[in-house]
């Protein structure tokens, strides 16, 4: 049943409408645990759509395997997705640094607000981010290391290729996950993908996740995948930066392992046709993050790598 959790007038006689999907189990069946789906904070981040549109249809095509309340909000952000931008329009605030909100304050506090207290209660929630236009992201969830003992093994049924787990940073505190983790909401943040665009297998394989999630937690009685079992790693992490401005040409393919000093690609000058750097591995590791936007200046981010801390 779609629901509007939240609306804000707007001139011109418009109106700012936060809206969600609840899906439940038959009539006569216990709403069972609740689950929430959100994605859409950031507007220039659409991964989260093509899931939220498959887990629609698969949910609402066998309503008989459903034991549980699916919560899908698919725009947090409605304004940013509808004028392609990453923050706010207008306010130019970045929503995922809002939360948890104040009721009685600007705009953007207040639906923050009410996202927060309309999810809160829920068993499990997951926040579904992309990546930038100019990074591709293997499919991972991040975890604040507070809260690694309870997020931990709920990420592992997600059927992503990475955990990592981080250290506490001031800026996370005002994010819908840290939020929702401090009054004892657990949410998972999950990055994958691109900017801007649709990752078809990372959607479907996040998809295959959620349902087994959901089966391990008693929701789900469908048909479900194997999953794989992702690599854990903390803060070993190496970042690769471009030394010059050029075009990045990569030599390999994202998600794959590296050597220490394997050339990963060059940053070539179009005008002279030299190579301003040639882009090595500092380390042996996972490069599970790469440039995807080929423009590139002093500084700018090209890589990460994660280089030690495998767990399983």
């Known amino acids: 049943m779609k629901e509007t959790i939240v609306s804000v007038q707007l001139p011109v006689q418009e109106a700012l409408e936060i809206e969600r999907n609840r899906l439940t189990p038959p009539v006569g069946q216990d709403g069972g645990k609740r689950i929430c789906i959100v994605t859409g904070i950031h507007g220039d981040e659409l991964e989260g759509q093509y899931l939220a549109y498959r887990l629609n249809r698969v949910l609402q095509a066998h309503p008989e395997h459903l034991h549980g309340t699916v919560d899908i909000y698919p725009a947090i952000n409605p ?6 931008t990453r923050g706010v329009p207008l306010f130019d605030l970045d ?11 600007s705009m953007v506090e207040h639906i923050a607000h009410e996202v927060v207290e309309d999810i809160r209660g829920a068993d499990i929630c997951i926040d579904i981010h992309a990546s930038n236009i100019f990074l591709t992201e293997l499919p991972q ?3 604040n290391e507070m809260f690694e003992t309870e997020l931990v093994p709920l990420a592992k049924e997600l059927n992503i290729d990475f955990i990592w787990v981080h250290a506490a ?3 996370l505190e005002s994010t819908l996950a840290h939020s929702l983790n401090s009054i004892g909401t ?5 990055e994958m993908g691109v900017g801007m665009r649709l990752t078809r297998a990372y959607g479907d394989q996040l998809l295959e996740g959620i349902l ?3 089966k391990t937690q008693g929701m789900w009685s469908g048909d479900t995948q194997p999953v794989r ?3 854990i790693g903390r803060n070993e992490v190496a970042f690769l930066n471009a030394e010059g401005a050029g075009i990045f040409i990569s030599e390999v393919s994202h998600n794959c392992m590296v050597e220490q000093g394997q050339t990963l690609g060059v940053i070539a000058d179009p005008l002279t046709g030299q190579d301003v750097q040639v882009v090595t591995a500092p380390e042996k590791g996972l490069l599970f993050t790469l440039r995807d936007y080929p423009v590139v200046y002093p500084g700018s981010l090209l890589g990460r790598i994660l280089t030690g801390g495998f767990e399983k």
């Open 186 to 190: 657990k949410c998972l943040v999950v």
């Open 212 to 214: 087994n999630l959901m």
């Open 169 to 171: 940073a001031t800026v």
């Open 95 to 105: 929503m995922n640094r809002v939360f948890p909100g104040s009721e009685n304050s």
């Open 141 to 143: 969830v991040r975890i």
């Open 229 to 231: 079992e992702p690599i």
């Open 79 to 84: 304004l940013g997705i509808n004028s392609i």
